[in-house]
């Protein structure tokens, strides 16, 4: 094998398909990453963990077709040292690669292609859905923060995605907040599937990574789903299993209503989080009493007040919330102003748009001792 190809076209192509290389394998080739050039001028990139695989194609030119792996790190390391000039690669029948610059010349080992895992063994595609690469992003954004991170939790690492023929929504929960996110779309064929909250953040920085204007085109099997996205393939396996039933989680008799300030809001539970109760749930009290919301909190080191002016309907409450989950909520949220639903001080809080329903949170309070 032997092609040429440009330095800065094959570090982005590499900082794309790294994203699959396993760093806590036993299987050293998982380590690697599959370079193929083909006569057509084309070079394809392929790293695989066997839970996710990318492959990604780029322009080169090719003097002799052929396949190698190489470790991804070593390799990746050498050529983004080098300088934004042409890189001649090559391989011989000994397993080395000679990699080449004006200036340059290093030689390293390769792994048998045959021990590489074949990932291009697709399933019967069941749905062909085009996804607008700006919503999914920003879906991803407003949700992926409230998957759990345990692994031990099974589903919850997942986000459901939900098609509908008008509709597309997706949706994360952890246990203590739920986070859904809806925008109007329209499909032919109705559907849901489970991919975990790491992997579609990936596959948000390759959309963020692409350079072309083209929709994500999601193709759907039993078991995997395939993502093109530009010149990027990305196939992995959908999680099984039953999400949880999330719309009988959200309250939908909440009687008391606040109206207020996103931005004023985040700033000052940021700050009195500064003193939340460290191993305390990161402890903030809310009071809503008339026209007006008082976070105070309190630790050895201090104690902090803030007070908002608001709109609000209904009783005035007392509840307790985890700082850190509100601020994370808070920070998905684009509009400036809100409106936070309360029942009890022992029950959830949901978060929505004043107007439109194109994101929904919850969140779970937290029992509030003497502060």
Same mark, same amino acid.
């Given at each position: ?10 570090t982005k192509a590499l900082n794309t398909v790294s994203k699959a290389v396993s760093n806590r394998t036993t299987l050293p080739i998982l380590k690697g990453i599959l370079l193929e050039a ?140 739920l986070a859904l996110a809806n925008e109007n779309m329209t499909s032919a064929e109705e559907n849901k599937f489970i991919i975990s909250a790491k992997i579609m953040n990936e596959i948000s ?34 999680? !099984?299993?039953?999400?949880? %039933?999330?719309?009988? /989680?959200?309250? #939908?008799?909440? $009687?008391?209503?606040? +109206?207020?300030?996103? &931005? ?35 630790? !050895?080191?201090?104690?902090? %007040?803030?007070?908002? /002016?608001?709109? #609000?309907?209904? $009783?005035?409450?007392? +509840?307790?919330?985890? &700082? ?12 400036e102003e809100i409106s936070m639903n309360f029942k009890t001080g022992t029950s959830p809080c949901v978060v929505k748009p004043v107007e439109g329903n194109s994101y929904e949170y919850l ?9």
């Amino acid at each position: 094998m032997k092609f040429t190809c440009n330095q800065q076209t094959l570090t982005k192509a590499l900082n794309t398909v790294s994203k699959a290389v396993s760093n806590r394998t036993t299987l050293p080739i998982l380590k690697g990453i599959l370079l193929e050039a083909k006569a057509n001028g084309k070079l394809i990139m392929t790293a695989s963990d066997l839970e996710i695989s990318i492959q990604k194609e780029t322009e080169a030119y090719v003097e002799e077709e052929g396949s190698i792996v190489v470790i991804s790190k070593l390799f990746g390391d050498i050529i983004r040292k080098l300088p934004n000039e042409e890189i001649s690669i090559e391989s011989n029948e000994e397993n080395s690669v000679l990699i080449k610059t004006s200036s340059s010349e290093f030689t390293v080992v390769s792994f048998p292609v045959d021990e590489f895992p074949k990932i291009g063994e697709k399933e019967e595609i069941k749905d062909d859905l085009i996804f607008d690469k700006e919503i999914f992003k920003d879906m991803v954004r407003k949700t992926s923060f409230a998957a759990s991170i345990d692994e031990s939790k099974g589903i919850l690492v997942g986000i459901l995605t939900e098609i509908g023929r008008e509709k597309v929504s997706m949706v994360a929960l952890d246990g203590f907040r739920l986070a859904l996110a809806n925008e109007n779309m329209t499909s032919a064929e109705e559907n849901k599937f489970i991919i975990s909250a790491k992997i579609m953040n990936e596959i948000s920085k390759i959309i963020s990574d692409d350079e072309t204007d083209d929709d994500i085109r999601i193709l759907m099997g039993e078991k995997k789903a395939v993502f093109n996205i530009g010149t990027t393939e990305v196939i992995l396996r959908l999680m !099984e299993g039953e999400f949880i %039933k999330y719309k009988e /989680i959200i309250p #939908k008799n909440n $009687d008391i209503n606040v +109206i207020i300030g996103k &931005s004023i809001l985040l700033e000052s539970i940021e700050r009195a989080s500064l003193l939340a109760k460290e191993g305390k749930n990161n402890l903030i009290k809310m009071t809503i009493k008339n026209n007006l919301l008082t976070i105070t909190s309190r630790s !050895e080191e201090g104690n902090v %007040k803030e007070e908002i /002016i608001m709109e #609000k309907t209904g $009783d005035d409450l007392e +509840i307790g919330f985890n &700082s850190k989950f509100i601020i994370d909520v808070l920070k998905a949220i684009d509009d400036e102003e809100i409106s936070m639903n309360f029942k009890t001080g022992t029950s959830p809080c949901v978060v929505k748009p004043v107007e439109g329903n194109s994101y929904e949170y919850l969140i779970l309070p937290v029992r509030i001792p003497s502060m």
